[in-house]
């Protein structure tokens, strides 16, 4: 069922318009819409000032920064208190002044250790290649070292810079070469530390480069430079674990009241977006939305109250063209409301317009009980819903688990009427069927019939709905063709049931009638189309029928899948190895049980039965209220 | 014999169209991954969507149940 929902314009004195914005938001209740959806109601568009302009930037501005340190510092639970909303801003900017600068040195100091750590590894496998080369005198006080490595197929270059280097340092430097492996030689110059220019020089001439190390590594021969790096790679962890407390230090002091003053500014910035919607004239503003019938009285009161008699406020005509853009919401009994979001799911149902929320309730548990049908799968699911709803006390997968548990009790039902548990295994412990036995060769094909029969009655069902909708919506297409189908199905059942003998023939000629009528009507809705397309409708019409088949099929699957467990478990030897085998197979099968008759009571209902009256496409009812702000906030305002 | 080729008959009756609700929805369900990764409201659209071939192979099912049922 969907809620009676009113258009409402709102006109009072310019100098109320905060009073008014805060009023409405604390109500809670009222859909605040743009002007121009509303074409009967003339005002200009709501000029903000240039103050209102730059406050609300320089807000914007502070809750991205906000926003990126608890991006940092993290989200937490709950937001702080804030104190005092008019000191809000200066005081949020200048704290995240100090803060933010301190933030970013800490997470930049952060990152440069994490790349740090990251490409010591490679130096260090550079530096393995020249331990074995080191002379004794790259150990002497006053020498330097300076490593290269080369490409094997260019070492004539070495020989080279071999030469340059000795000429240069007058024969003082040592050049030792040595193939490190099968593609690189590796060459360690060792120099008297005064000749480091000429040394570069000479390398530079022969375009080779010298092995460069961080500067955090310091100078020296190899062996060194690699403790120095071991002790480097040691200490970084260290250091990212100092930084890491400083940043949690941080958290636990700041980020309460960072999402405090987060939320508080959106807040803020909520109201002042919302004026974006509103109408203006020389001295007075223009709002209109929508109220449910039922808040109408609180709405008129509660602005009266605080604003007094200079606003005013009007229920407007709900015109044709407005009903078309009324938002919707939708009003269930607690039993059927997890249902709603299987609805959603789909689309939201158009506002005046049938919600198929209790119909959905109604049939989906009980096609999914006629599914699985086995008291063990059932009650096992059904345990299993019961123990993740103590979880989930809300949103779209406590509706789920609550829908599952609706379908594991008809599971449960179903499982006595079919003699079920765990598949055969009941049968073994005596549980007899209440029903009939749907395993059984000579149930099938009762049981495909019995399938087509709860189609034919849902469709038939979708049909009558459907053309109660069109003859509301006064639309002529939609009671042709739902109208032509109903006609046309109807008289197909008759024709199968004087075929069958449960009717006299003397009907028969009446029913083809029938039929034919059914299809005209169908075709006359679809134009010159329906002259081919009517048929083909119709056909599919019956393809929805027998769509229903599905659940004794799924059944059927599930049951002989449950009977392979229960006796491969006996024909294995070993009475372990049996159970274990035959628990996996049964374990498949409950998630396939859980999962299937899930998916196909939705396509039953998303295709073969809300498509012949489900108007979907309507706008969710979102009224204008606080989103933002901790309560305390709310209530020092 | 009669036996097993009405078996055969109605295994392929439910295969083949097991084959083309398959293929059909391997089709639309990567196509339909791709509208839930940029329009994750359009879910139920997409189950409905991908939902559709299904009645192929259900009306394999019935074909499958009537050549067993009536034919063997």
New interface residues.
Partial sequence: MNIEMLPLEIIGMKTDLQAVVHTLRSLGCVQIDPLADFKDVSARPLALDRDTLQEQEDMNFLVARLEGLLDILGYPEHSGAVSSPEILLDQARLEVDQLLPKVQALTSHREKLLAEQASLPHYEATLRKLLPIIPPSAHEPGNSCVGVLVNREHTGVLDSVCKRILESSAGRAEVVASDIDSSTRAMLIVFPIGFIGEIEASLGREDVSRLRLPAELGEGPPDVVLAALHRRLAAIPVEIKEIDDQIVFLSTEWSEKLLSWRDALRDVLDANNVLSQFGETDMSFVVVGWTPAKDLEKVVSTLKKYIGDTLAVQVLPLTPELKKRAPISLDNPPITKPFESLVKLLALPRYGHLDPTRLMALFFPIFFGMMLGDVGYGAILLVIGLVFLRKYKQGIIRDVLLTLVMGSGWAVVFGFLYGEAFGTLGEEIGLRPLWFDRVSAENVAGLLIMTIVIGAVHITLGLILGVWEAIRDRSRSHLLERGGMLVGLISLFLIVAIVLDYLPPGLMTPAIVALIIGIVLLSASLGWLGILMGPIEFIGLIGNVLSYLRIAAIGLASVYLAKVANEVAGMIGSAIVGIIIAVLIHALNLVLGAFSPTIHSLRLHYVEFFRKFYEGGGRPYQPFKRQFGSDSWRSNR | MDAGLTAIGAGLAVGLAAIGTGLAQARIGSAGAGVIAEKPEA???V??LV??P??MV??G??VA?MVL?LGG
């Fill in positions: 879910l139920g659209t189950i409905l939902a559709i299904e009645t259900i009306l099912f019935a149940a049922l």
